[in-house]
């Protein structure tokens, strides 16, 4: 059984990268990669609070929740990518044994705290709850930190090897396998690279002080999963002729079986990897696994005065939420990904898991994770930066890998027509205005069929030498722009550009338009 | 090194040799056979090419065996072909063909895009066109740049597509579009696809910029693509509205002049296109803009 554990984590692992790996663009092989985000089990929770009705699009979810009161945690030992990280992690850090790791056990209440905490920002409609998802903070990692930095030294590798004379076609050769399979877009710059490469540094660094430091005292899905599996049917039962070596006690990842009771087992903790089963002396081969009709139950490891603290740290958490000013020059350049919800919907929905980030990149590349602007809240929503990429004018993508419709798909006609936000020009920048010289890239740029950028020619005469020359000035058309920010991209100035993007005149539909008609 | 130079030595001495043919035709048929451009009209791409070349020599005249030739289309949006803001595939694609016929050992494409590589190459077919014609079509790699010497008026060095430097022989094959800076884009403006850098800094004194670079990279052969042109709203378009089907391919070994000759398409004179004149004035034309010989041909 842990063989066969063994190989559905590295299966699930592979097919999850698979999957983030052609998150690109042409995007035309019909698999929906964001798939592998719909297993988490927290999603359909928490959509059915934003919703009020249960959303089909979580089916991989709904169906790990439904096995989950049989067969107990097994999503945590068996798919979840993080905690195949955490393994990982663990075997290159030295997780210490459980005996020494046994002083946090009083910690196993805070992933309780934190699940509940969480649900009660979301009945006060604060959906926060995606900073803490682990298919989430899988995902980001791997689009924020692991993929540029690995594609970053490949690349800077290749490339070195491609200027020694006698490696040039080998590393070439190479190098367009690289681009062909794995890079084919350029390499990925992305802002908040510190703040989520801590973020992932410190979950996967915790295992230093218990193996699956995070499952065991602070993951909200493995909390739920908990919660659910306190009765599971699917029983470990140990012989008789255990002679009590807790061999098995220290081999188990979650630290479910007691020390002083091997024949038991923490149901809502135990994981289901079977290092316990395949660590038991075969003389005594005391382990079995087996389904039982009547099943004991462990009740969970959290009272009414921790949910009590719980509720004051919640209520306090949305006051800080709340009390933050509203900084309207922030707010006004925050550009959406098009058809992204109106912007609490949005904030709502978007569960920051980067896969728009991830598409954008082979695209456009203007999506980035986004800084705290105005409000905590903000932090790694997707937000369109102009200057670092522009919304590719052909391109819908972001739309259609959204695991939450946080950004509908609309298809590409309507999301030609749906303005993210309106251009403004610099005039005390921009070229022609400041030095009275042709410049115009922008308009040159501009990609809707009747260009947004128009122009007039005027005379300028030059009062040190005294000669006219024609000068082509230009402005921003409201009703044809689409906000997609190419000019912006595209403006030849070093530094600040001379025209900008603001979220004036965007077009955000509301969960309730029928787009997809 | 040392086996570069020998090989190039080499082909030093191959090209001393095969210019006799040349000669030997021009004794043949007597100079001032073939004309200095070639206008021809009403046909498919592969047709107008096929004449267009025909009537200029072949392609032969041009490229020696074992030549490496560099295509520089312009792929420079993601747009599909019908829009025509990129070259058109099946002409590309017919050329690639000639130059493999003509000898040519290698035939690169590429282009420095200004919508996202990928999806250029892609949607204006011109990747996979060219590749079934045998044609190693390339991205940009943001490392084979080369600083080279403009020493123009302005511009003093500007970084170059190295293949582009390396190749044997050059073709470039513009799309005619209307620009809102430059007017028009043709031939002269395409090259700008070879440049590196910041290229939105060339757009200020355009005409004096573009001439400075342009006259270090001219090619071999310039090749106007007219099939369809792009009347307004270039060089992005997006408008069917503004394409025009004018089946026309416009060829000479002299890029000013093709560049000159293309402007009627659009009811332009050489007096309203700065860059144009410009070239003519700084001296980047082969032949005088009066005294040119063009064989204009209609197939029918
Ligand atoms: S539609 Fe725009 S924002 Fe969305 S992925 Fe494409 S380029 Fe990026
Ligand atoms: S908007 Fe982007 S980051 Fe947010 S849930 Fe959708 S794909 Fe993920
Ligand atoms: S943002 Fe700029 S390039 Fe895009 S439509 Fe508006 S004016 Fe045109």
């Known amino acids: ?517 | 090194m040392k086996r570069r130079q020998f090989i190039r030595s080499i082909s030093l001495g191959t090209a001393g040799i095969s210019l006799l043919p040349v000669l030997g035709n021009k004794l043949l048929y007597g100079s001032g056979q073939f004309p200095q451009a070639v206008w021809v009209e009403n046909g498919e791409p592969e047709q107008l090419l096929k004449r267009a070349l025909q009537e200029f020599g072949g392609l032969k005249r041009f490229i020696k065996k074992g030549d490496v030739v560099v295509i520089k289309p312009n792929i420079g949006w993601d747009r599909p072909p019908e829009l025509a803001a990129n070259t058109n595939p099946h002409l590309v694609a017919a050329l690639v063909k000639a130059c493999k016929e003509a000898g040519a050992k290698k035939v690169k494409i590429f282009d420095r895009t200004c919508n996202n590589p990928q999806r250029c190459y892609r949607n204006s077919q011109i990747q996979k066109w060219a590749e079934k014609a045998g044609a190693k079509v390339e991205h940009i790699r943001p490392n084979r740049f080369k600083k080279i010497t403009i020493d123009g008026n302005i511009v003093k060095e500007w970084l170059i597509y190295r293949d582009y430097l390396e190749a044997d022989k050059v073709i470039n094959v513009p799309i005619a579009k209307h620009h809102s800076l430059s007017l028009v884009t043709l031939g002269l403006k395409n090259l700008m696809g070879v440049m590196g850098d910041n290229r939105g800094l060339i757009h200020n004194n355009f005409a004096e910029k573009l001439t400075d670079i342009d006259r270090k990279i001219l090619p071999t052969l310039t090749i106007i693509d007219a099939y369809r042109i792009l009347t307004a709203n270039g060089p992005v378009g997006g408008n069917p509205k503004d394409v025009k089907l004018t089946k026309t391919l416009i060829l000479s070994d002299c890029t000013v002049s093709a560049d000159n000759l293309a402007l009627s398409l659009f009811g332009l004179k050489l007096e309203d296109v700065p860059h144009i004149k410009m070239a003519y004035e700084k001296g980047l034309a082969k032949y005088d803009p009066g005294k040119l010989t063009v064989r204009r041909v209609t197939l029918g």
Not at chain 1, 349 to 372: D, F, H, T, W, Y
Not at chain 1, 430 to 452: G, L, M, Q, W, Y
Request: proline residues 6%; charged residues 20%; hydrophobic residues 40%.
């Open chain 1, 1 to 517: 059984m842990r063989t066969a554990r063994r190989i559905s984590q590295i299966v699930f692992f592979l097919f999850f990268i698979f999957l983030f790996l052609i998150t690109r663009y042409p995007y035309e092989h019909g698999i929906t990669t964001e798939i592998f985000l719909r297993f988490s089990p927290l999603s359909p929770v928490f959509m059915f609070i934003k919703d009020l009705k249960i959303n089909l699009l979580f089916l991989p979810a709904l169906i790990i929740l439904f096995f989950t009161v049989f067969f107990g945690r097994f999503f945590c030992g068996w798919i979840c990518p993080l905690g195949t990280l955490l393994d990982i992690s663990g075997k290159i850090v030295k997780s210490p044994l459980n005996r020494i790791s046994e002083k946090w056990q009083k910690l196993r209440y805070l992933k309780f705290a934190l699940l509940i905490g969480l649900l009660i920002l979301a009945l006060f409609s604060v959906h926060i709850w995606g900073y803490f998802d682990p298919l989430s903070i899988f995902n980001r990692a791997l689009t924020i930190v692991f993929y540029p930095l690995a594609t970053l030294f490949a690349e800077k590798a290749l490339l070195a090897l491609s200027n020694v004379s006698f490696l040039e076609d080998p590393a070439y050769w190479l190098y367009d396998q690289f681009k062909y399979a794995i890079m084919p877009e350029n390499q990925a710059h992305y802002q908040q690279l510190f703040w989520i490469a801590l973020f992932i540094f410190l979950i996967l660094i915790a295992e230093k002080l218990s193996r699956r430091f995070w499952c065991r005292y602070l993951c909200p899905a493995g909390a739920l999963l908990s919660f659910l599996s306190q009765f599971r049917f699917y029983e470990r039962i140990v012989g008789e002729q255990c002679p009590a070596c807790n061999k098995c006690q220290i081999e188990c990842k979650m630290n479910a079986i007691p020390q002083d009771d091997v024949g038991y087992t923490n149901k809502v903790e135990c994981i289901e990897c079977f290092n316990c089963g395949a660590t038991c002396p075969p003389k005594y081969n005391a382990i079995t696994y087996r389904w039982r009709w009547t099943p004991y139950r462990t009740s969970v490891d959290y009272s009414r005065r921790r949910f009590l603290g719980t509720s004051v740290a919640s209520i306090t958490a949305l006051g800080l939420l709340g009390v933050g000013i509203k900084n309207k020059e922030a707010i006004n350049q925050q550009v959406r990904p098009p058809g992204s919800l109106t912007e609490e919907d949005f904030k709502d929905k978007c569960i920051r898991c980067m896969e728009c980030v991830r598409i954008c990149a082979s695209n456009g590349a203007c999506l980035q994770p986004s800084g705290i602007q105005s409000s905590i809240a903000d932090l790694w929503l997707p937000i369109a930066e102009m200057r670092t990429g522009y919304c590719e004018y052909n391109c819908n993508q972001c739309g259609q890998v959204c695991p939450t419709e946080a950004i509908l798909p609309l298809t590409l006609a309507q999301k030609k027509k749906t303005p993210m936000g309106l251009a403004y020009f610099d005039k005390n920048l921009c070229i022609p205005f400041a030095r009275n010289e042709d410049c115009i890239v922008c308009e040159e740029h501009c990609p809707t069929s009747e260009k947004a950028i128009k122009f007039d020619i005027r005379d300028f005469t030059d009062p040190k030498t005294g000669q006219t020359r024609k000068v082509k000035y230009p402005y921003v058309i409201k009703e044809l722009c689409i906000g997609c920010g190419i000019c912006v991209y595209k403006c030849p100035l070093e530094g600040k550009p001379a025209i900008f993007v603001t979220i004036e005149n965007q077009k955000r539909p509301t969960s309730s338009d029928i787009l997809k008609s």
